[in-house]
C-alpha cells in the first residue's frame, strides 16, 4: 500500500518546486510581485535588462561553453566507447575515471585553477629549467576571456558522467555481435559503432546530454572560481544581481533568469540541430559505403581525453592537499619549504558550522531521496510497470532546466511564505537536485535482479513485504548504499542551492570554498575544498566496507 505514494511523491517532489519557481521568476520578470509594491505588468525590467552593457558578451559566454562542453565530452567517450570497448583498456580507464563522478565540480575547480595558474603546480615542476621563470608569467590563463579553463574543468567533471550513462545503458545494445558483423563487412572499429551501435545507445544516452549542456550553459561555482570576470557569464551576473541589497532589483534579476532559461533552451535547441546534421553526415557516409579502416588515430585521441581528464582531476586535488599543508613556498619551487598544520588549525573553528549543516543536509536530503525511490521501484514490481520516456523526462526535470531559472522564483516564495534560510527548506531543494542521481543509480540494479530469488522465498511461505526485507533488499544492499553515495555526494557540491536558499545563513562547505575564491589564499582554500573533496569520498568508503562488513560471513554477498 505504502508503496503507491512512491510516484505521487516522486512527482509532486520532483516537478512542483521546479513549476512553483518557474512561475515566482515569471511573475516578477513582467512587473508582478505585491510583495514588492508591483502589481501591474510591465516590460520595464525586461528593457532594462536588455540595455545591460555586455550582456551579449555573457549570453555568449553561458551558450558557446555550454555546446562547446558537450561536444567535446560526448565525443570523448564515444570514441573511447568505440575504441576500446571490451578491451583491458576500457576495464582500466573506467576504473580510473569512475571516482571522479564523486568530486564535487568546485573542488575540480579549484585543483585545475592550482595546476594551471601561472604560478601553479605545472609552471613550478617545468621551471625554471625548461622555461627560465623565476617569477610567475604575465599571463591570463584562469578566468581567461574566452572561458577555455571555464570549459576545461567543465569536460574534466562531464567526461566520468557521460561515461558512466553510457555504460548503464550499453547493455541494451548488441555492443559486440554488431561489431563483429561490421568488421566482417571490412568496416573500421569506430565505423562500425557509429553506423550500428550509435544510433540506438545515443537514444537511451540523449536527456543525459541535454543535462550536461544545461549545467554547462548555467554554472556558477565553476564559473566563480574559472570563468572570466569581465564580464561574467550570464548565470554569475544573475547571482550577484539577485544578492543586490536593493530589493527591487529582484524585478531585473528575474527577467535576467528567464534570458537564461531561453538561452539554456537555445543551446539545447542548437544541439538538436547539430544531432540531424551529424545524423545526416553519417547516412550519408554510409550509403557511400565509406569504411574508415585506418581508425587508430581516433581511438588514441579517445584514450588521451580519458587518461587526461583523470590525470588533471587527480593531480589537482593531490596539489590542494599539498597546499593546505605548506608552509612558505615560493615560485619557482616545486615543492613547499616546510609542512605545517597552520591552515588547519586557522581554519578549524569556521569550518565546524558549515561542516555540520553539510552533513546534516546531505544526509536528511539522501535518505529520503533513498526511501522515495525504493518505494517508486517497489511499486514498478507491484504493478509490472517499469518508468518510461515521460517518467524520464521528469527524472531529468531538474537537471534540463537551468537551475537560476526556477531557484530564483522558489526563493522568493520561500521569503513571502517565511521559510527561506530554513533547514527544511533547504533539504528540500537539495532533494530535488539528489533524487534524481539516486534513482538513476540505483533503478538498472533493481531492475537487473533475479526475481527467481523472491520466487524461491514465495514459495517457502514468505508474504511480499517479508521478502522485500529479507531477500531483496540484502542482496541490493550495496548497490543502495553507492546510490546513496552518489546522492550524497551531490548534496555535498550543490552551491547554487544552497546559496540562494539558505540566504547567507545556511552556509556549507561549498558555499564557503567559493566564497574563498576572490580572497587568493590558497592555503585557506586548500582547507575547504579538500574537506569538500573527502566528505563524498567518505560516503563511497562506506558503501564499500559496510557491506563487506554485513556479509563478512557469506563471501558471495561480498562482490
Not at 554488431?178 to 562500425?192: D, E, K, N, Q, W
Not at 553539510?358 to 509490472?384: D, F
Not at 522465498?457 to 553507492?482: C, D, E, F, N, Y
Request: glycine share 8%; with cysteine.
Amino acid at each position: 500500500m505504502l508503496a503507491r505514494l512512491g510516484p505521487p511523491l516522486a512527482i509532486l517532489l520532483l516537478a512542483g518546486p521546479i513549476l512553483a519557481g518557474l512561475a515566482g521568476t515569471l511573475l516578477p520578470a513582467f512587473g508582478y510581485l505585491p510583495a514588492l509594491g508591483g502589481e501591474a505588468f510591465t516590460l520595464a525590467h525586461v528593457m532594462q535588462l536588455l540595455s545591460q552593457p555586455g550582456l551579449t558578451a555573457s549570453v555568449l559566454l553561458s551558450l558557446i561553453p555550454g555546446l562547446i562542453t558537450a561536444a567535446i565530452s560526448l565525443a570523448t567517450v564515444a570514441l573511447f566507447i568505440a575504441a576500446f570497448a571490451g578491451s583491458k583498456t576500457f576495464s582500466r580507464i573506467q576504473h580510473l575515471v569512475s571516482p571522479l563522478l564523486s568530486v564535487p565540480h568546485a573542488a575540480a575547480a579549484f585543483g585545475l585553477a592550482f595546476l594551471i595558474a601561472p604560478s601553479g603546480m605545472l609552471a613550478r615542476l617545468v621551471s625554471p629549467g625548461l622555461t627560465g621563470w623565476q617569477q610567475p608569467p604575465d599571463l591570463l590563463i584562469v578566468n581567461d576571456p574566452l572561458a577555455i579553463s571555464m570549459m576545461a574543468g567543465l569536460v574534466m567533471k562531464e567526461i566520468p558522467f557521460l561515461l558512466l550513462i553510457a555504460l548503464a545503458a550499453l547493455p541494451q545494445v548488441d555492443l559486440f555481435r554488431t561489431r563483429r558483423l561490421a568488421a566482417s563487412l571490412g568496416y573500421g572499429r569506430i565505423a562500425g559503432f557509429a553506423y550500428g551501435i550509435w544510433p540506438p545507445l545515443y537514444r537511451q544516452i540523449r536527456l543525459a546530454v541535454f543535462a550536461v549542456i544545461a549545467f554547462s550553459s548555467s554554472v556558477v561555482d565553476v564559473a566563480i572560481i574559472l570563468g572570466p570576470t569581465t564580464p561574467a557569464p550570464l548565470a554569475v551576473r544573475l547571482l550577484h544581481w539577485m544578492n543586490d541589497p536593493e530589493l527591487s532589483m529582484r524585478f531585473f534579476a528575474s527577467a535576467g533568469a528567464l534570458l537564461q532559461l531561453a538561452v539554456t533552451a537555445a543551446a539545447i535547441l542548437l544541439w538538436i540541430g547539430l544531432e540531424r546534421l551529424g545524423a545526416w553526415l553519417r547516412d550519408h557516409a554510409c550509403a557511400r559505403g565509406l569504411r574508415f579502416r585506418s581508425d587508430a588515430w581516433a581511438g588514441r585521441a579517445a584514450f588521451a581525453g580519458m587518461f587526461l581528464a583523470a590525470l588533471f582531476t587527480f593531480a589537482g586535488l593531490a596539489t590542494l592537499a599539498l597546499w593546505s599543508v605548506a608552509g612558505l613556498w615560493q615560485f619557482p619551487n616545486a615543492l613547499p619549504d616546510s609542512f605545517v598544520l597552520k591552515s588547519w588549525i586557522a581554519a578549524a573553528p569556521r569550518i565546524a558550522g558549515p561542516l555540520g549543516v553539510t552533513l546534516l543536509v546531505a544526509t536528511l536530503s539522501t535518505l529520503i531521496a533513498v526511501a522515495l525511490t525504493l518505494l517508486c521501484l517497489v511499486n514498478e514490481n507491484r504493478t509490472g510497470r517499469i518508468a518510461g520516456r515521460r517518467a524520464m523526462w521528469l527524472i531529468y526535470l531538474p537537471l534540463i532546466v537551468p537551475q537560476v531559472a526556477f531557484l530564483f522564483g522558489l526563493q522568493l516564495l520561500f521569503v513571502v511564505t517565511g521559510t527561506v534560510a530554513s533547514l527544511p527548506a533547504l533539504v528540500l531543494v537539495h532533494l530535488v537536485f539528489v533524487m534524481p542521481y539516486v534513482f538513476l543509480s540505483l533503478a538498472d540494479p533493481w531492475r537487473a535482479f533475479d526475481p527467481r530469488f523472491e520466487a524461491v522465498a514465495a514459495g517457502l511461505g514468505k508474504s511480499r513485504l517479508q521478502t522485500l526485507v529479507s531477500v531483496r533488499l540484502p542482496m541490493l544492499l550495496r548497490a543502495i548504499l553507492v546510490a546513496a553515495a552518489v546522492g550524497f555526494a551531490v548534496s555535498i557540491g550543490l552551491y547554487l542551492p544552497t546559496v540562494l536558499i539558505g540566504a547567507g545563513r545556511l552556509e556549507t562547505i561549498t558555499t564557503e570554498a567559493v566564497a574563498l575564491a576572490s580572497g587568493g589564499n590558497r592555503r585557506i582554500i586548500g582547507v575547504y575544498a579538500f574537506v569538500q573533496m573527502v566528505l563524498p569520498a567518505i560516503g563511497f568508503a562506506v558503501a564499500t566496507i559496510l557491506p563487506a562488513l554485513i556479509f563478512r560471513h557469506r563471501r558471495a554477498m561480498r562482490v
